[in-house]
Structures are given as C-alpha cells and as structure tokens.
C-alpha cells in the first residue's frame, strides 16, 4: 500500500488549488489565449490572471481546511469539476445556473446520450484518482488556535498577493473581465459551485412563493357562437431545431421536401427563441412575460397559457416525447408517450416523433370539445442526431455515429443534424395531411415552434445552452410554421394572404402567448394585442374588440 508523508493543510491547499487551475481548466486556458493579445503583452496578462486565480483558489480552500471537512468538499470540487472539464472540452458548453438546471430536470434518456467512454475516463483519472491520492495523504492538523491562527496568515498573505497583482494589472484584467463574461462560466470548479447556488436558489424562491392565478377574467369571445363545428388547434413544440437549417426558410439544403409540396403552410424567418434550453424557453413561452423580464421562479408558482385556454372552456391536452413540460402543463392533461412499446417507432428506452400522431384521426372523429393539442418533440435533441430518426432515414450522408461529436467531421454532424430535420419535416408533413383530411368535420389548425435553436460546431460551440447573452445566433434563432384549414380560416376569422406578408416580420417567443389568446378568441386583462402575431390580419378584431 502506497504511504503518502503527512502534509501540512497549507501546502494541501495550495497543491489542491494548483490542481484545479491546471487539471481542470484547459478549456479555459485554450480560451484565454484567444481572447488575450499576442505576445509579450498577452502572455504576462495570461500569467497575471493564472496567480489571481491560484491565489483566489487557495484563500476560499484555507478557510473550508479543517479536519472532516477539508477532503470531502475537495472530493466533491474533484469529481464534479472532472464533469465540468468533460462537457466543456467536449461540447464546448458554459457551466451556469441554467445548464445545472438542465441537467437536474431531464431524464435518463437524455443523460444517457452524453454518457461515453471519454466521460468515464475524465471521472477516473480527473476525479476519482486525486481524490484517492487525496485521501492517503496524511494531514498534519495543528491544535485549533494554532490552525486558525496559520489560516489568518495564509488568508492574509493571499489577500497581498490578490491586491498586489490586481494593482499592477488592474487596466489589462479589469478589460478582461468587462470584456468577457464567459471567463467565470469556464472557471473550474467556481463554475459549478456558482450554477449549483443559483440553482439552488431558484428552487428556494420557488418553494417561497404562494402559487398565483392568473387570467381569472378569461372567457371565450362572443364569435365562438359562429363557429359551425368543433375545433382542433395542434401546437407543436419543436427541439434543438435552428432556423437557418430549414429549407422552407431558405436553407441551401432541402431538408423540407414535404412541408414545401404542403398548400397553406406560412414560415416565419425572423423569429428568436426566449432562452437556449428547454428549461427556459418552454416555461417562458407559455408564461406571458417577456423573455427580457422572464423569471422561473414566477413562471413556477403561476399559471400559464394552457391554465388560461382550460378556464376559457377548451379542452387542453399535452403529448410528451421528450423530458416533460417542465411545469407548464402541471394542471391539464399530460400523456408521456417516450415510454410506449411500439415496435415500430420506440427501442432502446426511446420513441421516434410519428408516435405523437398516434391515435390523433381518432381523436378528431370523436372530438366532442374544442381542444388545444400540444405536441412535444424529441425533435433534434444531440448529441446522439442519428438516434432522432428512424433506421434507413438518413437523407445524408455520411452521419456522426457518436456522442463524442469533436471525434467526427462538421459535415458528418451536419448530415446527421439535417436528418433529424428532414424527419421532422416528414412527421409535420404527416400531421398537416391528417388535419386537412378531417377538415370537413373539424377545424384544424397547426404551429410549429422550436424551443431553441443548436450550435453544430461553429465557434468551437456544440449542442445549446450558452447563455443568452453571449450565445450565437444558432442557438437562438428558431423555425416558425403555420397551417390553418380552410374552415378554421373561416370560423377564427384568419386572413392568410395577410399573414403571409409577414413571414419577414420580426417575432419572438414572447408573441406565442398572446398570439393563441388572440387566434383562439379568448378574452383576458393579461392579452395584450400588440404581441399578437394574428391580430392586423383577423378583419373582426376591430368589430369585436
């Protein structure tokens, strides 16, 4: 058995610290030195902020080094830091509050696609073994007063060098750090023990607050005693789908064939997302709050769009093919068709999207109540793209067979991220086809909308869930879809040739809300007209309001 000489908690500390700057933050280095000058300038910028971080390291470390505490918080900043440095090596991802969100609320389908050997090897050897080394190395604790008294004088000491450095540098690092806010998202492990407060935070505000109503006023418009049948208005949340991507938005590739050949369907080209993952946007679109004065601890304890369309007296009805309708969907009917056994559209713990059009002519033969059916999609959920569609689907190639999407060609991720839109291409297709058929008996509607958009290597960047305000317009730039049946035109009163003139128009995700308040002629306070994409193009909304 290995025996380690027992150590003092100063020099513990300050090997754990140069550990974690250099262990664990390549990506960071790697960054620094794109964004530094060249040469002897950048290179002595590079080493002042390499000793403040050490230092900064070392003062938080002395004042956690007491006995039963010291090697369980470094085991943790070890193995949970190792975890950083994979993704953010691998996907080029920033560690906040918003990607430990996204990783508390998904499900195991999803955390299975970013498992991989790599991922195992970075615990292993970035984790797990400087936690064992940390663990025979002996500490030589000193009596309580005189451990306390050696922490004042390291803790001083780096608070010297902390000042002194910041002094001498202080034009050089104050530009950097005003310059470029991703810096503390790379910092590990500062990054994740930042994202987790916050989080944690979130989740205690959250608890706090008494759950609120909201649109109690709502109530259908007196127009609803024209409409001749029952209606069906299909909303389709879309996944990781970007707008430049589509070809019915005017991607160079023809990734729509199908929803190009479709009469009626209006694309919207300039429409951006609320947030860049799924835990912001879907809440946030649903909530009625701009995404400039969005906050998920309101959006939480408040009701929401499909709380408002229930009270008004339509049928609601959420179908999930993905990870959940993080909270928007809490108080109406919720089918999570991920899990079903199809032998056709579901293997390996997953199902395609066709299996959220199961059941649906069904539905529209029997449908005895107007009703709002959302439908959520796997879409193009990475990094796993080849997973998305089914086997024999792939219009290009060749494709990315890995999660590991740094060991593939850009073009092989683009194949296998194009392929997944083609399919969803086809399933919307399929979708319109199935409400024009009943259109006679029902009026049927459809929008599409992706929650956020992806990054397929530009910038070094992979996946999403860079925060908003440093992410690439990849990530933010989404697909908007419309398709109305000709009697639906008629009974809600829409004026296509109208709306087609505004496919150029600027939208966002904060229009979503009062846009179906304003197509489905529900009645409310919190409406406000001018977020509604429809209304200049409804000839009775000046009539009736």
């Known amino acids: 058995m290995l025996n380690f000489k027992s150590l003092r908690t100063e020099w513990v500390t300050l090997l754990a610290s140069v550990y974690l700057l250099v262990g664990l933050n390549m990506f960071l280095w790697g960054h620094l030195q794109e964004v530094v000058p060249a040469g002897p300038t950048g290179l002595w910028l590079s080493l002042a902020f390499a000793v403040l971080m050490l230092f900064a390291f070392n003062l938080v470390l002395t004042l956690f080094a007491f006995r039963y505490v010291f090697k369980p918080l470094l085991t943790v900043l070890f193995i949970s830091g190792a975890s950083a440095a994979y993704f953010m090596n691998q996907y080029g991802v920033l560690i906040d509050s918003g990607m430990f969100r996204n990783m508390a609320e998904t499900n195991i389908a999803e955390v299975r696609d970013l498992m991989s050997f790599k991922f195992a090897v970075y615990i292993l050897l970035l984790g797990i073994l400087p936690s064992v080394l940390l663990y025979k190395t002996q500490i030589a604790y000193r009596p309580w007063h005189r451990e306390i008294l050696g922490k004042l004088v390291v803790s001083g000491a780096c608070v010297v060098v902390l000042g002194s450095v910041a002094l001498v540098n202080y034009q050089g690092l104050s530009s950097l750090f005003r310059n470029h806010h991703e810096l503390r998202l790379m910092l590990t492990p500062s990054n994740v023990v930042g994202a987790t407060i916050g989080y944690v935070n979130e989740r205690v505000g959250t608890a706090a607050r008494p759950f609120q109503s909201y649109g109690e006023d709502a109530r259908r418009d007196g127009a609803w005693q024209k409409h001749a049948r029952k209606s069906l208005t299909v909303l389709v949340v879309g996944e990781s789908a970007r707008a430049d991507h589509f070809g019915v938005l005017g991607y160079g590739r023809d990734t729509t064939p199908n929803l190009a050949k479709e009469q009626g369907l209006l694309s919207f080209s300039d429409v951006h997302s609320c947030g860049t993952e799924t835990a912001v946007s879907v809440p946030c679109m649903f909530s009625g709050m701009k995404r400039k004065d969005y906050d998920a601890r309101v959006a939480k304890n408040r009701e929401g769009l499909l709380d408002i369309l229930q009270r008004a007296g339509l049928a609601v009805q959420w179908r999930d093919n993905q990870s959940g309708c993080k909270g928007t969907c809490d108080r109406v009917q919720f089918i999570d068709v991920s899990n079903l056994k199809d032998p056709q559209l579901c293997a390996g713990g997953e199902c395609h999207d066709e299996i959220l059009l199961q059941g649906l002519s069904e539905l529209l033969d029997n449908l005895d109540k107007d009703t709002v059916l959302v439908l959520h999609q796997m879409g193009s959920h990475g990094p796993e793209y080849f997973k998305r569609y089914p086997d024999g689907g792939a219009r290009f190639t060749p ?30 297709a399929a979708l319109i086809d199935t409400l024009r058929s009943k259109q006679d008996q029902v009026d049927t509607a459809m929008i599409y909308l992706s929650d956020h958009g992806e990054s397929l290597g530009e910038y070094n960047l992979f996946l999403h869930g860079t925060p908003y305000a440093i992410a690439p317009e990849q990530q933010k730039h989404v697909p908007l879809l419309t398709w109305f049946s000709d009697s639906y035109k008629e009974d809600f009163g829409i004026d296509t040739q109208c709306l087609a003139k505004l496919s150029d128009a600027p939208l966002s995700q904060d229009n979503l809300f009062h846009s179906m308040l304003g197509l489905l002629q529900v009645r409310t306070e919190v409406y406000q007209q001018s977020l509604d994409m429809f209304a200049s193009c409804r000839p009775w909304l000046a009539v009736q309001r």
């Not at 890995?402 to 083609?422: F, H, M, R, V, W």
């Open 399 to 428: 494709v990315c067979q890995s999660n590991a999407l740094n060991q593939c060609t850009q073009q092989e991720i683009i194949n296998g991220y194009d392929n997944t839109l083609a399919y969803t291409d086809k399933v919307l």
